[in-house]
């Protein structure tokens, strides 16, 4: 696997899919409008007074208004990133708006699927330790015991992640929910990337988006424009991922041989 091709040709589908098309962009930044919103409808200054928390103070139906309308609008955005899961090229437009919607949600769905079982040992674990700690004689084995079906999530998390991110591209390339979810068909995937290439090639990404996430971050802190350059290039790393992972994915597939020249 030629991770530096990986990298430049992720880069370069996304400046033809963002800068190439600044209606594709600027759909991007409505969409997360909602979210970045939140952070205007009341003062955090008044909420936190030292440890103490102003819970009445924060207007709940405007926060829970905004979040409900950015989760609409984010299936919009996933619908999009499903089409680049499909290796579509040139990369794809808004349009089709009914599929792309339900795309979205759909994919929404398998990765929420992938991570019930993570999510389910972690709440085990909290209860658990929780439960220790109100106690008083057991309060050491019950903590224990938490930490260590913590430890068990964590890890459990980690597998969820290598397989949700091939089935989201399995479920995008075959059109069906139930591969999205096929563990064995992922595994046999996995396999023929090579495990070691295949988790190589997350972290390069990992550390690529973390760094780009970085400088968006610190250009987040200029005062005024900051959020709204943060809408901006936020884009960037969803569709630079989308490409990536569905480039990775394209490993799997055997390569038909390059035709032989006429004699």
Request: with cysteine; proline share 5%; aromatic share 12%.
């Amino acid at each position: 696997m030629d991770y530096g091709t990986l990298v430049s040709d992720s880069i370069g589908y996304t400046k033809a899919a963002l800068a190439g098309n600044w209606v594709t962009w600027l759909i991007f930044i409505i969409c997360s409008l909602p979210i970045a919103f939140i952070n205007f409808v009341f003062d955090p200054k008044k909420i936190f007074t030292g440890t103490t928390i102003h819970w009445e103070l924060i207007p709940w139906s405007q926060v829970i208004a905004l979040f409900l309308a950015g989760i609409l609008l984010s299936f919009i955005v996933s619908g999009y990133l499903v089409r680049v899961y499909r290796g579509i090229t040139p990369p794809p437009k808004f349009d089709a708006w009914c599929s792309l919607y339900l795309d979205g949600i759909k994919i929404a769905i398998v990765g929420f699927v992938w991570f019930v079982p993570a999510l389910v040992i972690f709440v085990i674990a909290v209860a658990l330790m929780i439960v220790g700690a109100l106690g008083s004689a057991s309060m050491g084995p019950m903590v224990g015991a938490g930490l260590i079906v913590l430890l068990i999530g964590l890890i459990v998390l980690v597998i969820t992640c290598l397989y949700a991110v091939l089935g989201s591209v399995r479920f995008a390339r075959t059109g069906s929910m139930r591969e999205g979810l096929r563990f064995s068909a992922i595994t046999g995937t996995i396999q023929s990337i090579g495990w070691g290439a295949y988790i190589l090639a997350l972290i390069i990404m990992l550390v690529l988006v973390i760094l780009f996430s970085l400088i968006i971050a610190l250009l987040a802190l200029i005062p005024y424009a900051g959020w709204v350059i943060q809408l901006v290039l936020t884009p960037i790393i969803s569709v630079f991922t989308a490409r990536y992972i569905s480039r990775v994915y394209d490993h799997s597939v055997p390569q038909a041989p390059a035709p032989e020249p006429a004699a």
